[in-house]
């Protein structure tokens, strides 16, 4: 199935929606709370922040800690939009179409280029074990 923008906008409605998936992603299989150590540890988001609380001892956990997204103030859903910009566009995403995109000023834009760049380009090493390819002359 392919990953189009109608496919995105019903992921990500909003902000709520991405913070949401963040916290499933990074906290997703979490089996006690690393504060109280209740099993099976049940959270809630917390109004007005970015994060989220421990129902049973109040423990903050702050799914946007050591991300790009990290005190940034620009919405999660114009990251998120731009993410899925980078990995749809072939021949690269500008700073200036990013400015044009979610109307910010230029220094943000690149910045934000810049993050989703750097995101993208971590090396993870070489490909082990059974490796797939096409008809590719390499």
Wanted: a positive charge.
């Amino acid at each position: 199935m392919r990953y189009t923008i109608k496919t995105f906008n019903e992921k990500f409605p909003n902000d709520d929606a991405c913070l949401y998936y963040l916290f499933e992603q990074t906290y997703g299989n979490m089996t006690t709370c690393p504060h109280c150590g209740v099993t099976e540890p049940s959270y809630y988001r917390v109004k007005n922040r970015k994060c989220f609380e421990c129902k049973d001892c109040g423990n903050q956990i702050h799914p946007l800690a050591n991300t790009i997204f990290h005190k940034s103030s620009t919405p999660l859903r114009s990251w998120f939009y731009i993410i899925y910009l980078f990995s749809v566009a072939k021949n690269g995403v500008s700073a200036k179409e990013v400015e044009r995109h979610l109307g910010v000023t230029y220094k943000c834009a690149w910045r934000i280029a810049k993050q989703v760049r750097e995101l993208m380009n971590q090396e993870t090493g070489r490909l082990t074990g059974t490796v797939e390819t096409d008809e590719t002359y390499i």
